[in-house]
């Protein structure tokens, strides 16, 4: 026994511990700390997307696409009417801009006379067809009546020969039947020569007409043709959508293919780039939600509708060499089309062009 017990038994009080140890906790503040400290773990995996918290694909790499069309007129000249404004929305067959159609009314009144032209000259050529075919006929005739006059004439040649050995004809009218049978033989050659001829002018106005026709239907296309540009004079929507910035003034001269505006449907979708290593994940028809930065961070559901043929280094104008050189392997990334369910309010507001955040729900 030392001199401090023996002080502390003296005056009667307990002795002090000889070391310190801090107050033993009960089992239920342990457990609280490890559900603690076990939510806290839970909380970083899945904020980096760590197994057994990873249940997609996620990529920041994604942009809003949509039909943007570009307005453009085909035929020259002054502009006569500007009829939308900057991002109007405008309906399939509205009229967007007018050109001044003064020349071209005056070409379609042109290629309309020279159609009517041609189509009186084919006329024309109907007609001397008909003369032509009359004559034949007339010609038919006339040799059917040589032919006849000839059978007289060998008849008449015939008598005549019989009646001049018994002396009942003089001589000089045996020559006259003589040259009546030579005469008829001349007609009915001459008669057969005419028909020839007749026959050949109808061939004559044949191929002729086979010309009229042609340059009739070169009349009628160009008619057409400037019928055409005659409608291009008035340039209307291309489908239901918005305008961008009109670029176009009134009395402003353009030529076509002039760019003088946008014209976005309502259309949109989404090509989200994902890694290479992304890919094996994703199929078609999976439920994607997207977040759009533009909208404050809202939300909107979707689906995979299609993936790319190919990476984007397979569509680049310039398309990198990895045959020459150090190699040094980087992740390629593929497109992945996002449709955006329907029946969504915000889908509205989306706009070509935006960046979103999607996130594929990929099987597990």
Request: glycine share 8%.
């Amino acid at each position: 026994m030392n001199a401090a017990t023996a002080t502390a038994d003296a005056e009667g009080t307990p002795p002090p511990p000889a070391t310190w140890h801090p107050a033993r906790r009960g089992p239920l503040v342990v457990a609280l700390l490890l559900l603690a400290a076990l939510l806290a773990a839970c909380a970083v995996l899945y904020a980096w997307q760590l197994p057994p918290f990873r249940s997609g694909e996620v990529t920041d790499n994604a942009y809003v696409r949509g039909r943007t069309t570009v307005i453009a007129p085909q035929v020259s000249g002054y502009v006569s009417a500007v009829l939308v404004r900057d991002y109007q929305q405008v309906r399939k067959g509205q009229v967007l801009v007018q050109v001044d159609d003064a020349i071209y009314r005056a070409r379609v009144a042109q290629a309309q006379a020279n159609l009517d032209a041609q189509e009186a000259a084919l006329a024309n050529s109907r007609q001397a067809h008909a003369a032509r075919t009359a004559d034949v006929s007339a010609q038919a005739a006339g040799l059917g009546s040589a032919q006849a006059q000839l059978q007289k004439a060998r008849a008449d040649m015939r008598r005549a020969e019989d009646l001049v050995k018994d002396g009942s004809i003089s001589r000089r009218e045996y020559d006259q039947t003589l040259a009546a049978l030579k005469a008829a033989t001349a007609g009915v050659e001459q008669s057969r020569a005419a028909g020839n001829v007749a026959q050949e002018n109808v061939r004559t106005v044949d191929v002729g007409r086979g010309g009229l026709v042609a340059q009739v239907e070169a009349a009628r296309a160009a008619l057409r043709l400037a019928q055409i540009d005659l409608e291009h004079t008035v340039i209307r929507a291309p489908d239901d959508g918005q305008v961008g910035e009109i670029g176009v003034r009134l009395g402003q001269f353009v030529t076509n293919g002039t760019q003088l505006f946008s014209l976005v449907p309502n259309d949109h979708w989404i090509i989200a780039n994902y890694k290479e290593d992304q890919i094996s994940r994703i199929a078609i028809g999976q439920p994607v939600n997207i977040r759009v930065d533009a909208l404050g961070g809202a939300r909107l559901t979707g689906h995979v509708a299609l993936l790319a043929p190919g990476t984007g280094s397979e569509f680049a104008v310039l398309k990198p060499d990895n045959a020459t050189g150090n190699f040094v392997k980087v992740p390629q990334r593929i497109g992945v089309l996002i449709q955006v369910d329907a029946g969504q309010a915000l889908a509205a507001r989306l706009r070509p062009g935006m960046s979103v955040e999607t996130h594929v729900e990929t099987l597990r």
